[in-house]
C-alpha cells in the first residue's frame, strides 16, 4: 500500500467506551500529525509528532491521547467522549519539518459519539 | 492565527476564473494550498515559502505577499473537477509543525 492509511473509516462509540484509531503512512515520512474537522469548522490541528516525539498538543483534551511507536504509525486513543467529539479524524505526514513540503493526508475516520 | 479566507463560496461556470484569497494578522513563513472533495481527504497543491514567490500547477497558480501577509489561488479557465473546497494553511515560523488552516473556501464548478 502507499500514502497515508487510516482505519477503522468510521466508528460509532458510546461515551463510557475506549476506543483507537490508527494511521499508517508508507511515504518515508518523519512527522505525523492529527486533525480534526468538524461540520462548518476548519481542519484543528491536535498533535504533532516528529521523529516519535511529540512536538505539538494544541490544548487537546485528556481524553483524547496520542501515540507514535515509530515514524511510520499514529495511534489516537479515545476514552469517555463527548457527542461534540463527533467528526472527521484526519492524519497527515510530511517529510521532516514540512518545509518545502505538502502534508498527505489519510482519507479520515468518520467518528460518532453516542 | 488562523487565517482568513474569503470568499466563503464561490460559484462559476466551466471555464471562468477565481480567485481564492488569504489573510493572515501574523508574519508568515510559508502558506500551503491544499483542495478536499466531498467525502475525500485533503490534496495538496502547491506550497509557497517566504520570498514572495509565484508558483503554478497546470491551470491553477499561486502568490505570496509577504509584505501583506497574504495569499492568493488563481484559478484559470475552471474545470469541472475542480470543484471542491479550497483550504490555506500557514505556518507562522521556520522550522514550526504547527500548520493551520483556514475556513475553507467552497468552490462549485456548473457545466
Known amino acids: 500500500e502507499t500514502g497515508v492509511t487510516q482505519t477503522p473509516r468510521h466508528l460509532v462509540m458510546g461515551m463510557t467506551n475506549k476506543k483507537s484509531l490508527k494511521c499508517e503512512q508508507h511515504?518515508?515520512?518523519?512527522?505525523m500529525y492529527w486533525y480534526k474537522q468538524s461540520a462548518k469548522k476548519p481542519l484543528e490541528l491536535m498533535f504533532v509528532?516528529?521523529?516519535?516525539?511529540?512536538?505539538e498538543n494544541n490544548s487537546v483534551p485528556s481524553r483524547f491521547s496520542p501515540e507514535c511507536p515509530n515514524s511510520s504509525h499514529l495511534f489516537l486513543h479515545l476514552h469517555t467522549l463527548q457527542p461534540e467529539d463527533s467528526a472527521l479524524y484526519l492524519c497527515?505526514?510530511?517529510?521532516?519539518?514540512?518545509?518545502?513540503?505538502?502534508?498527505?493526508f489519510g482519507s479520515g475516520t468518520r467518528l460518532t459519539v453516542v | 492565527q488562523q487565517p482568513v479566507q474569503s470568499p466563503q463560496a464561490v460559484i462559476l461556470r466551466e471555464g471562468e476564473d477565481a480567485v481564492i484569497n488569504c489573510s493572515s494578522s501574523?508574519?508568515?513563513?510559508?502558506v500551503h494550498w491544499y483542495r478536499q472533495k466531498h467525502g475525500e481527504a485533503p490534496v495538496f497543491l502547491m506550497i509557497?515559502?517566504?520570498?514572495?514567490e509565484q508558483k503554478g500547477h497546470e491551470k491553477i497558480s499561486a502568490s505570496f505577499n509577504e509584505k501583506k501577509q497574504q495569499s492568493s489561488l488563481y484559478l484559470t479557465a475552471s474545470q469541472l473537477s475542480y470543484s471542491g473546497t479550497y483550504f490555506c494553511?500557514?505556518?507562522?515560523?521556520?522550522?514550526?509543525?504547527?500548520?493551520?488552516f483556514g475556513q475553507g473556501t467552497r468552490l462549485t464548478i456548473n457545466p
Open positions: 497527515a505526514s510530511s517529510q521532516d519539518r514540512g518545509e518545502g513540503y505538502g502534508y498527505t
Open positions: 511515504l518515508g515520512h518523519n512527522a
Open positions: 509528532y516528529n521523529f516519535k516525539e511529540q512536538t
Open positions: 501574523k508574519a508568515l513563513y510559508s
Open positions: 509557497l515559502l517566504k520570498g514572495g
Open positions: 494553511g500557514t505556518v507562522l515560523l521556520q522550522g514550526a509543525q504547527k500548520l493551520v
